[in-house]
């Protein structure tokens, strides 16, 4: 099948470099203390955190940082076929896993000890990428609850089918079974937290797909900079500063 | 003489965005991972933090940047950078300050309170604080009856001693503003809160 068609358009129309539209809102759980939407393409996600609130459960009360839990859950209604059981499977146990790992490396756990924060994240539609689009909504989430971090964690796919590096897979291009990595990064500090990666692919060619998710992950990044300074600018104009 | 001019516009902007940068330019929002200034020229406030690496301040929160001078007896003469957010996190109980709690059981030597208000701001979620025998008042701490002392449901204004243990903080009501401020009274009678025959009432 022909993912990249000989004038170099995808099967969404996108040329091979360019991402999804992408579009994020904040505060839309009005309960939690931080909340956001993210959506990528298709790709819609939700992401709630609470906290940092009183450990829940004393044992794994940590005496000298914070307790960060995550949990991944993809909607019934998210992709094509109604789904049995969408929580609790082998994979979304393994994202919420990778996510959790990925958000603890840049919150400042050692400032809220004896606490937890949770990130609930649910997957609202699926169409590929939808691992890139929690963390990028967690990480909404997260500076919108005041939870002070190193810096956002912004997150991207990219793959190479047709002999081309395609930035941010859609559904159709991710079950193509060819390589999928994902890269999730600390933009201004340069730093990579997160870095999977499905099938195989030659070192240089490795390198190539790399490079282009970093680069998806800093245009999220410039793009989720400026939704949470016009929420802050909104915020305070409300508050009358 | 049109590159002399064009430097010295950019010589006057420099000295114009130092004197913000050090007197208290507040009039940028940051975001997490911004770059505030470097570790030797200004201290990390809140929502601020240094990375040892590279030696440079970061923003940690998203908010308003602004520059504290620093106080002139201090031996450290860097100003400090700090970000504050929109977010305001709910009220922590500290030792030493004055509590608003009810109480909820009632024991031989002890009663159990939950802590509602820290100072004038009410909590997010409640914390649990214990009133021990010894802390009720000032005197005569041995001969304290805890059931004619407290009962639960009663309010209580206390003073934190410290964080306790691991269940609960530890509350003291020995000083004359202290103590039950509101109670029920047992006659349940609808005169108001006014029938106090407690021994830890407040003056």
Redesign the interface.
Known sequence: MEYVSPEGLRLDGRRPMEMRQIRAEIGAVAKA??SAVFEMGNTKVIAAVYG???VQN?SQQLSDQALVRCEYSMANFSTGDRMRRPKGDRRSTEISLVIRQTMEACI?THLMPRSQIDIFLQVLQADGGTRSACINAATLAL????I?????VTSCSAGYLNSTPLLDLNYVEDSAGGPDVTVGI????DKVTLLQMDAKLPMDIFENVMQLAMEGCKAVANY??EV??E???T??YR?GV | MHQGSVTCVSWIRRLKNAHLLVVGGEEE?V?????LGKASDVKPGR?A?V?PHDNTV?A????RRSIVPPSPDSSDQRPTVEVT???A?GAVPEPGSVVIARVTKVMARMASADIMCVGPKSV??KFTGIIRQQDVRATEIDKVDMHSSFHPGDIVKALVLSLGD?RAYYLSTAKNELGVVSAESSSRCNNGPNQLDRDAVSS
């Open positions: 203390d931080g940092p609130r009183e004393r400042l500076a919108d609850a005041g002070p971090m190193r810096d956002l600390l933009p201004k500090l989720i900079r949470l300074l929420n802050t600018k915020l305070e508050r | 929002l975001t997490p991972g911004e770059v929502g933090y990375s970061y940690s929160l998203t908010g957010g929109h977010k996190h997010r979620e691991a």
